[in-house]
């Protein structure tokens, strides 16, 4: 695991490297005007290319050489605007002879310096173009490149979830990345990455506009990705519905007309059934209205605030942007440092599942083909379950005729993946499991590596402690290949709360011996994300500071726990200002029934002896139980709880991250948990509890 809190911390040293936190252009200015400084270059990618000094405050307007001009591009859209001087001659003058590629790299170097630097004298140093070892740098200590300034916003912006973060951010969009370089691949990744997050913008803002009702704005949004993205299905089908609860259903008909002819004219393809399905409904006057959002929350003052429409597929994706982009960084490399497989693991709540699904989301937008087999439990109770519903999701989004293809070149799958069925002579099926899985396995590897050979493909398989053994063999061999090919399998691993089977310990053991996967351990979140996590469920909604600071010390910013808090306090208003909640947690009157029943199912599978711990932990006065009266509890109980077996359902309870250690003694990890337990018990065992915990007490003092 400290492999990669390094991973992580160096992808942060890097982040800030290639995009400083840097104040607005202005401040920056006249820090260096103040100080004499040199003057900063302005230098813009989006909408054209344009270098413009602060001092002057004109445009750079005459390029002696054409070349000297593209390697300044090239280094202002490298990421780390640093390149090594025979990448650039590779990119530049590919198929030349050495001397003259190098006798080339010096004239443009030397014309680009006098560029940015008139009154550059022989021999002097530019303190624009640096040249040490090989390596040319663009400093961006005298330098800011407006795409950088772009992902610095929209960054914040989705971290955040504030709509005037997400204004700011779309104003310094100034349209695509060097669109005279449209057809040049030097370019084309930062091209897809910056068109990706002005998308991502868009279609973000858009969705808080709706939750506030504002319509209009939303659709205007949503309208303005089309224009980027004509093809854009579903988008085509938000604009529907947003259409249809504005009460004008024809606009709605007419987006769908949209949406076909744009489809059939890019992509000869039909719409897909989900679209068809909501035009029929539009058309006969059967689309369900929106769901009611929550009662208005009271701020400390009394007055009634207007709560917004939660999404009800997507929660807000708060704090886990390094932890993103580490993944994304993995999926899109190359080099020798590639791993085949991405493995979450972290407590229940923490957000995985949530994590994935927003991978699957940024690897989408980056171009990546997505197949997800993350669709619940149901996925793993036949062989190879993830992979069937990764295939089947990704089938059903193909074209009939190109299903039709599939199941021809791949018969196996015909039988494994329903979509591929219809209509297609099914193979006779093997009479033996082990001559089946001979047939299926080969067929699945065949089709995935294929697929990886034209884009970088994405597989998301959700929880691997339920996969079967053939699922956790082909996981490992995927890893082994995927390690060449551009495809790479995500996945979650719980908390050490149930025994890990044989299967999972192997492909663990040798996953890592081998190093073909990178796991990380999904932390929860800080008291800033966990307050911003609450104000993007409740925007516009005042919650005070007396209430974060009670849903953050109950949660301990575990993202389910700030979920069911906030849901458990919407009705009833904020507890701040309510004097009968003082002197006590308000928690235990506002926990939802969904958090007691997922903690009595939880409990319901335990062993008697870690029920009986928690049961104690739980019922004791204080915060916290100590090993003695842990000890004598379970002495006092009837029948008593032997030592051993207590030590063992104590250590189980530690492993599971359910209780942890403190200087005294030991604690629930989470408070909104030991609320549950306590709740979820029956009263004679709390009873049961209590007087063996007063009888420790009573003894103490006799």
């Known amino acids: 695991m400290n492999d990669v809190y390094g991973v992580l911390d160096g992808l942060r040293h890097i982040c800030q490297d290639i995009r400083p936190s840097a104040p607005g252009m202005d401040a920056l200015e006249a820090r260096h005007c103040a100080s004499g400084a040199i003057p900063l270059l302005h230098v813009g990618l989006l909408g054209g290319f344009r270098v413009e000094r602060a001092d002057a405050r004109q445009t750079v307007p005459d390029w002696p050489r054409r070349s000297a001009k593209t390697l300044t591009k090239l ?7 640093a390149l090594h001087r025979e990448q650039i001659i590779d990119i530049l003058w590919p198929g030349v002879d050495v001397d003259s590629a190098l006798n080339s790299f010096g004239k443009a170097l030397h014309a680009a310096r006098h ?9 002097q140093d530019s303190a624009y173009l640096h040249l040490a070892d090989a390596m040319l740098v663009l400093n961006t200590d005298h330098v800011l490149v407006d ?10 912006a989705v971290g955040g979830g504030e709509i005037g973060a997400y204004q700011a951010a779309l104003a310094a969009y100034g349209g695509e990345l060097l669109p005279e370089d449209r057809y040049e691949s030097w370019c084309a990744e930062r091209r897809s990455v910056v068109e990706g997050l002005h998308v991502r913008l868009l279609l973000g803002l858009a969705e808080i506009l709706e939750r506030r009702g504002a319509y209009n704005e939303a659709a ?43 489809l059939r004219r890019e992509l000869d393809i039909a719409p897909q059934p989900e679209t068809l399905s909501l035009y029929d409904e539009i058309l ?8 009611p959002g929550p009662e208005p929350i009271r701020d400390r003052t009394g007055s009634r605030a207007s709560s917004p429409i939660q999404s009800p597929d997507r929660s807000p994706f708060i704090g886990r942007e390094r932890v993103i982009q580490c993944m994304c ?5 190359r080099d020798e440092g590639r791993v085949g497989m991405v493995i979450v693991s972290g407590e229940a709540g923490v957000g995985k599942t949530r994590l994935l699904e927003e991978f699957a989301l940024r690897a989408r937008e980056q171009g990546a083909v997505t197949l997800c087999g993350a669709k619940g439990a149901h996925a793993n109770s036949f062989t190879c379950g993830p992979f069937a519903v990764a295939l089947e999701d990704y089938a059903t989004r193909l074209p009939e005729a190109d299903r ?18 219809p209509g297609i ?17 080969p067929s699945i590897v065949q089709f995935l590596t294929n697929l990886a050979r034209t884009k970088p493909v994405l597989l998301v398989l959700g929880d691997l402690h339920e996969a079967d053994d053939a699922g956790l063999d082909l996981m490992r061999y995927l890893a082994h290949l995927a390690v060449h090919v551009p495809l790479l399998l995500a996945g979650a691993l719980r908390d050490a709360d149930i025994e890990i089977g044989v299967g999972l310990w192997r492909m663990s053991e040798a996953m890592t011996r081998e190093r073909l996967w990178l796991r990380i351990d999904l932390r929860c979140l800080s008291r800033r994300a966990t307050d911003q996590l609450v104000h993007a469920m409740l925007p516009g909604v005042h919650v005070s500071d007396e209430t974060l600071t009670e849903i953050y010390a109950e949660s301990r910013g575990n993202p389910l726990f700030v979920r069911e808090l906030v849901d458990g306090i919407s009705a009833s208003g904020d507890p701040a200002a309510d004097e009968e909640s003082q002197g006590h947690s308000w928690l235990a009157a506002r926990l939802s029934a969904r958090t007691r029943a997922l903690t009595d199912m939880r409990l319901a599978l335990m062993d008697k002896p870690l029920r009986t711990v928690l049961g104690l932990a739980a019922t004791a006065g204080g915060t916290e139980i100590s090993l003695s009266q842990l000890r004598a509890g379970a002495a006092a109980l009837e029948p008593p709880l032997a030592v051993p077996v207590l030590f063992d359902a104590l250590d189980r309870a530690l492993r599971t991250r359910l209780l942890e250690e403190r200087e005294e003694g030991y604690a629930f990890r989470h408070p909104i948990v030991r609320e549950a337990v306590c709740d979820c018990l029956p009263r004679h065992r709390r009873d049961e509890f209590r007087a063996a915990l007063i009888a420790v007490g009573a003894g103490a003092h006799g």
């Open 284 to 291: 006969t006057n059967r689309l369900s209205p929106p769901s």
């Open 147 to 156: 795409a950088d300034q772009f992902e610095q916003l929209a960054g914040d």
């Open 329 to 333: 960084d993995q999926l899109m490399r």
């Open 75 to 81: 280094l202002a859209v490298h990421p780390g605007h």
């Open 220 to 262: 205007d949004r949503l309208r303005d990705v089309l224009r980027q993205d004509p093809a854009r299905e579903s988008v085509h089908r938000q604009l529907m519905r947003l259409y249809a609860r504005m009460g004008t259903p024809d606009q709605a008909l007419r987006q769908f007309h949209i949406c076909e002819d744009v």
């Open 425 to 441: 002579p099914l193979p006779a099926l093997a009479p033996d499991l082990h001559d089946y899985h001979l047939g299926l396995i």
């Open 115 to 123: 560029v940015l630097e008139p009154e550059l004298l022989r021999r």
């Open 404 to 421: 039709r293809e599939l199941a021809r070149e791949y018969p196996a799958l015909a039988r494994f993946v329903p979509s591929l069925g």
